[in-house]
Nanobody, 116 residues
Framework: QVQLVESGGGLAQPGESLKLSCAAS????????VGWYRQAPGEQRELVAT????????NYADSVKGRFTISRDNAKEMLFLQMNSLKLEDTAVYYCNAFALSRQYWGQGTQVNVSS
């Protein structure tokens, strides 16, 4: 059974940091590209960051460049998102994603609230 399970969300103040984790199981994680997406209330889901299978090719949304870092541990089948210098507008449900050719898997999401 394919599973992506996020953790690490919560409440933070502007300027603080959070680290999201995503545990993968049930598929060949190392063969998939991975990513983080987010969806704020009333908004469409948007890309935050992707990291390709090669472990080096990364893509970040302009809004998070220089603040967020995506990484993966293939041995542990884990995906991470280090979020620094959080802003109010980073408040959203964050979803991890794994993709390969025509296949795509999603986690259930973890809530991040940035509030002063």
């Amino acid at each position: 059974q394919v599973q992506l399970v996020e953790s690490g969300g919560g409440l933070a103040q502007p300027g603080e940091s959070l680290k999201l984790s995503c545990a993968a199981s049930g598929f060949a994680f190392r063969l998939y590209g991975v990513g983080w997406y987010r969806q704020a209330p009333g908004e469409q889901r948007e890309l935050v960051a992707t990291l390709h299978q090669d472990g080096h090719t990364v893509n970040y949304a302009d809004s998070v460049k220089g603040r967020f870092t995506i990484s993966r541990d293939n041995a542990k089948e884990m995906l991470f998102l280090q979020m620094n210098s959080l802003k109010l507008e980073d408040t959203a449900v964050y979803y991890c994603n794994a993709f390969a050719l025509s296949r795509q898997y999603w986690g259930q999401g973890t809530q991040v609230n940035v509030s002063s």
